[in-house]
């Protein structure tokens, strides 16, 4: 019964290409995240939204763009990719409140070629 | 300079060994603090949280904020081998506020 779920788990794709991660939340959170984790394991919030509104919009290239239709989904679609934008992309969501509790999902291992 | 630092490792110890991993970071609003475990291809999850200077301690692991010398500790006692993951300090000034991760410690323990 997976709490957090990301799909795909791996892509592979080549540079310029548009691609979509999709993700899911199944604990009634109203908070949702994106970070992107490289090679060396730095992780890094992307976005983060409240309720289907944005919040949190950390400084990254308007290739990315979140999109989130319910309050249990954030997707992510990036365009023309670059071969920096290999790494991993990480799912999250939380209930706001001290020591806020963040919810990972698996990550989607994204390789630009 | 990176809001805050951690050891990359890897960091080898035997089984039963006392582990004594750690973070500094420099802005001193954070109040919240939080060690997060990650297996190798898995997502992070939540070990223990500390608000403020103080200890904690959960089982095996204790967790140790010094705000004053702006540095964080997480301590794992009996360690096991099912121990070895990256382990990941991360910060907050408020509640509700993003999270800001170190670069996370690699730890192996050796049976």
């Known amino acids: 019964d997976t709490a957090v779920s990301q799909t795909p788990k791996y892509l592979v794709t080549q540079m310029g290409n548009d691609k979509s991660i999709k993700c899911e939340q199944n604990?009634?959170?109203?908070?949702m995240y994106w970070y992107k984790q490289d090679s060396k394991k730095f992780l890094k919030i992307m976005f983060s939204?409240?309720?289907?509104?944005?919040?949190i919009n950390e400084t990254v290239p308007n290739r990315f763009s979140p999109k989130s239709p319910d309050k249990a989904h954030l997707n992510l679609h990036i365009n023309s990719l670059e071969l920096g934008d290999s790494a991993v992309y990480f799912c999250?969501?939380?209930?706001?409140?001290?020591?806020?509790?963040?919810?990972f999902g698996p990550g989607t291992r994204l390789l630009v070629l | 300079q990176k809001e805050v630092e951690q050891d990359p490792g890897p960091l080898s110890v035997p089984e039963g060994a006392i582990v004594s991993l750690n973070c500094t970071y420099s802005?001193?609003?954070?109040?919240?603090f939080m060690w997060y475990r990650q297996y190798s291809r898995k997502g992070p999850e939540l070990l223990m949280y500390?608000?403020?200077?103080g200890n904690k301690e959960d089982g095996r692991f204790t967790a140790q904020v010094d705000k004053s010398s702006k540095y964080i500790s997480l301590f794992i006692r009996d360690s096991q081998p099912s121990d070895s993951a990256t382990y990941l300090c991360?910060?907050?000034?408020?509640?509700?506020?993003?999270?800001?991760f170190g670069g996370g410690t690699r730890l192996m323990v050796k049976p």
């Open positions: 802005n001193s609003a954070f109040q919240y």
């Open positions: 500390t608000y403020s200077s």
């Open positions: 604990l009634g959170h109203d908070t």
């Open positions: 991360a910060m907050s000034k408020n509640a509700g506020n993003m999270l800001t």
């Open positions: 939204y409240n309720n289907k509104e944005l919040i």
């Open positions: 999250a969501s939380s209930i706001p409140g001290p020591g806020e509790t963040q919810y």
